[in-house]
């Protein structure tokens, strides 16, 4: 899967979010770091939501941009 990440510096490095997932963001130090760190919090966030969604009847529909 892709998704979109806001990436912005910081004094401490860099943070990194996903608008598509609200409150899934991260950081590092390097850029690098942060988009390899921001891939272990999107694969846990989709992990709580599997879970939070399992016994309920789950479709998936396409939408055309």
Known sequence: MRYRIALHLSDEGFSVSVPGLPGCWSQGRTETE??????????????????????????EIEVAV
Do not use: C, P, S, T
């Open 34 to 59: 942060a988009i390899e760190n921001i891939k272990d919090a999107i694969r846990e966030y989709l992990a709580v939501i599997e879970e939070q969604l399992r016994g309920e009847e789950i479709r």
